[in-house]
């Protein structure tokens, strides 16, 4: 085995860093990660000091200039060396560059660790961009010893660019997993129209003269690249995403003189991208571009605002969710910032521009497949707010069954003559009747009864904004976690916990799963609905005309060879698949957009004339 790391990045390029041919590249992931401890912030002797510098100059602390953000999510660990008694270990990682340092937290006895981290490094001018990587165990009396280590300089990766490594430890002591992205905290390094193209396709080489005819050209390319002609080059690669992030007003004040230092933080899924920090400032213009590769048109852009602190550690400012397939391409706009939970009204206002583009095809396909993991999800915990709302939520289901269930039961009864005789003539002719291909035209009849219905309810109601959503459960569970911090520790025991948790997490999946099929059926996501009522449709010919034996051969072959075929296949049932895209009620309600504040948009206006 090779000692070299494997990269993998959104341009699919060979890496000049690998040690060995044997080191395998894997295609094109572009990931990042949750909030965290990223950004440091300058002591305020130092930012005093600099008060009359431009804000997008290169930071300096204690007299060394940084110009760079290093991002590092910490996955896991594979087939790690154990002791030298062939015990277990508690395997750590620390990670070295320059003065920087990082030591994750421990796993207990495993050679397969998870360590689901994120932290970030600064990358100095004056110091040496090699990352030092080292697994070790902590031995009786807190001595460390190494279990296995690598390096990778990261000079050699692509800035704005998160990359996957699985690297392999010398003396073939392991591998490790993370994902690494280094950011600029300059302007934007490149125009968008320098920007490399994604390899969905080979774009068509047209000359440009002006820079303006240049990023015309560029945008014109990308989009020829994800047509129908190339659905099968490069399949993983989905569409194409660009985020200017322009400018914020009106953000709250969180340091001392009433001020904030803020930075913006990008994320699609496991890819994380951010901006320099504009210190002392709540009308920032970061003015940068972000381009990422999509490979799930259902993901989320999340785009968080922080303030910079010293101890490495950030305030939250503000965030907002915005949905991939309710992007318009080119549409430049001022969004309203949310509260961490994404529930209510945050202060201040961001201007962002999207771009948008993808393979139809290809995401049609890719609905049907598992969805990509984000590796920092936050652990659940027990809260009893949250159990009752999921008990509420499981109660509204369980309430339509049993409402659906009297209906059928008056039927048998005859509470109703006209009803009961109709159930009945309707009855006999299904019976009489039925075949196997009416069941999905019955559903494909439901999605298109749903859908007249929403255009005509459309034409009569406007939808509602959001900010008539009374966020009371947000506010009762703050008040619990109040008083459950109040209580002492000997008073909540760990086993009822456990238990309650995963019946909370059992009633959350029940009822998450109801919410979406109910959303699919609502056209809540017209996208998703159009696709479903595109299948059942196609179903419903292929079993008219197709026996069903041969349908059921067919399924049964693909099922049973497909780990002979493809022995790294992940296991999926389709329908669920199709279903984890569908948000449910509480992430429609997250993605929900708000008004800008009223006062906050006549303060802008106020500054443009």
């Not at 609905?367 to 652990?379: C, D, L, S």
Request: contains cysteine.
């Amino acid at each position: 085995m090779s000692n070299g790391p494997s990269i993998s990045d959104d341009s699919n390029s060979t890496n000049p860093f690998l040690s060995s041919k044997d080191d395998e590249v894997d295609d094109d992931v572009s990931q990042t990660t949750n909030d965290g401890d990223f950004l440091s912030k300058l002591n305020v002797k130092n930012v005093f000091n600099r008060l009359s510098t431009k804000s997008n100059e290169p930071k300096k602390v204690k007299s060394k200039v940084w110009n760079h953000v290093v991002s590092v999510v910490l996955i896991e660990g594979h087939d790690l060396l154990p002791k030298a008694d062939n015990t277990l270990p508690d395997p750590f990682v620390k990670f070295i560059m320059g003065t920087e340092r990082y030591k994750s937290k421990s796993k207990s006895k495993t050679l397969a660790p998870k360590w689901m981290e994120q932290f970030s490094l600064y990358m100095f001018d004056d110091q040496s961009s090699v990352l030092e990587i080292s697994v070790r165990d902590t031995e009786i009396g807190g001595r460390e010893t190494v279990l296995g280590s690598m390096t990778i300089d990261l000079e050699n990766l692509e800035k704005e660019k998160t990359h996957r490594v699985d690297g392999n430890l010398v003396d073939d002591a392991g591998t490790i997993s993370f994902l690494v992205t280094v950011c600029s905290m300059t302007g934007d390094p490149a125009t968008p129209a320098d920007r490399p193209l994604p390899e969905a396709a080979d774009p068509p080489q047209t000359p440009a003269s002006s820079p303006q005819q240049k990023q015309s050209v560029n945008r014109k390319a990308v989009a020829d690249s994800y047509t129908f002609l190339n659905s099968f080059k490069n399949f993983r690669n989905i569409g194409w995403l660009q985020v200017k992030v322009l400018k914020a007003h009106g953000l709250a004040a969180v340091d001392m003189g009433g001020k904030s230092d803020p930075f913006c933080v990008l994320e699609l899924v496991n890819s994380r991208l951010q901006t320099q920090t504009i210190y002392k400032c709540l009308t920032p213009e970061w003015n940068k571009t972000f381009t990422f590769t999509v490979l799930d048109i259902h993901s989320v852009l999340e785009v968080t605002v922080f303030d910079e602190n010293s101890d490495k550690k950030m305030d939250f400012l503000g965030k907002v969710a915005i949905q991939l397939l309710k992007i318009r391409p080119g549409q430049r706009r001022w969004f309203q910032l949310k509260d961490s939970r994404l529930t209510s009204r945050g202060k201040g206002v961001i201007q962002l521009e999207l771009d948008f583009v993808y393979n139809t095809l290809k995401a049609a396909v890719r609905t049907f497949n598992p969805r990509e993991v984000k590796y920092t999800t936050p652990e659940p915990k027990f809260k009893v707010s949250v159990m009752k709302r999921n008990i509420d939520r499981v109660s509204k289901i369980v309430q339509s069954v049993v409402e659906t269930g009297k209906f059928v039961g008056s039927c048998f009864n005859w509470d109703s003559k006209l009803r009961s005789s109709v159930a009945f003539a309707i009855y006999l002719f299904v019976v009489i009747h039925l075949e196997l291909y009416m069941l999905p035209a019955v559903l494909a009849l439901v999605f298109l009864k749903n859908l007249l219905v929403l255009n005509i309810v459309e034409g009569f109601k406007m939808e509602r904004d959001g900010e008539d959503y009374n966020d009371i459960e947000c506010d009762d569970e703050e008040e619990l976690e109040k008083a459950e911090k109040s209580k002492g520790f000997v008073e909540k025991l760990q086993s009822i916990q456990e238990v309650c948790l995963q019946v909370q997490e059992a009633m959350d999946q029940v009822a998450t799963l109801a919410e979406r099929g109910k959303n699919a059926l609502t056209w809540k996501v017209p996208w998703l609905s159009w696709l479903a009522l595109i299948v059942l449709s196609a179903a419903t010919v292929l079993l008219y005309f197709v026996p069903l034996r041969v349908i059921a051969l067919a399924w049964g072959i693909n099922k049973f060879t497909k780990k002979l075929r493809s022995p790294n296949a992940i296991d999926n049932n389709e329908l669920l698949d199709y279903l984890s895209r569908v948000p449910s009620d509480k992430e429609l309600m997250q993605y929900r957009e708000l008004k800008p504040d009223a006062g906050v948009q006549a303060a802008i206006r106020k500054k443009q004339q």
